[in-house]
């Protein structure tokens, strides 16, 4: 099953389930999301790729109620999640579409993704990467808060065994627990510092690890 079909799948009960699936929830959004608020000047326009329900933008909404967001997901039943989420919202706009194929047209400030670029393959990445900075002026800004896997094959397997032991025993239902697994299939995680030189090598000026806890990291990249 494709990508698109298991967001679909899951798009009614995905938010109900987040904080149980984030064991560190609060930090990975909030904390890291008020952090960079706090250093940045308002952006005009806000992309969010992968933005399925809308939850990483309803962190940044609530810092720039008057900001334009553009929310794009290759799933539209996620996004109908997001349009009840932000109705009656004007400056938020939604697009159907895969990411890695294009970019909505226009320059803007902030570019930011969910647990949603770890599904690529590195090659893609690559190339996400390098549109992503064509798409920014200078001093703009991608963060990316995903999932990444542990340098070393030993760390990353006791990471991976404490996760999913945390799931277990987190009152998810068997059905939930069999969906991830489902979806973990399509994961391709690389990990924190393999991206940073990705992103290195896409020219962005300064990149840096924000936030960092087990599976789930915050990389900020100024360009």
Not at 138 to 160: H, K, R, T
Request: include cysteine.
């Amino acid at each position: 099953m494709d990508i698109q079909k298991q967001f679909n799948l899951v798009a009614g009960e995905y938010d109900k389930n987040r904080r149980k699936f984030i064991p560190c929830f609060d930090d990975f959004y909030c904390g890291t999301t008020n952090l960079i608020a706090y250093n940045i000047a308002e952006p005009k326009r806000v992309l969010d790729l992968g933005a399925g329900t809308g939850l990483l933008s309803q962190f940044w909404v609530q810092h720039y109620l008057t900001a334009e967001f553009v929310l794009v997901d290759i799933a539209d039943e996620m996004l109908d999640v997001a349009r009840k989420r932000f109705a009656g919202m004007d400056n938020v706009t939604y697009q159907v579409l895969n990411y890695t194929n294009e970019l909505p047209c226009g320059n803007f400030d902030v570019i930011a993704s969910a647990l949603s670029i770890h599904h690529l393959e590195d090659e893609d990445k690559q190339n996400l990467f390098a549109q992503i900075y064509d798409q920014l002026p200078s001093g703009g800004l991608f963060v990316n808060y995903d999932q990444f896997c542990a340098e070393q094959p030993e760390m990353d397997q006791w990471i991976n065994s404490y996760w999913e032991n945390q799931l277990v025993h987190s009152g998810l239902t068997a059905h939930d627990i069999a969906l991830w697994r489902e979806r973990k299939k399509l994961d391709r995680e690389c990990s924190v510092e393999q991206e940073i030189a990705m992103l290195e090598k896409a020219q962005f000026k300064t990149v840096q690890c924000v936030y960092s806890c087990q599976k789930f990291s915050v990389i900020v990249a100024v360009k």
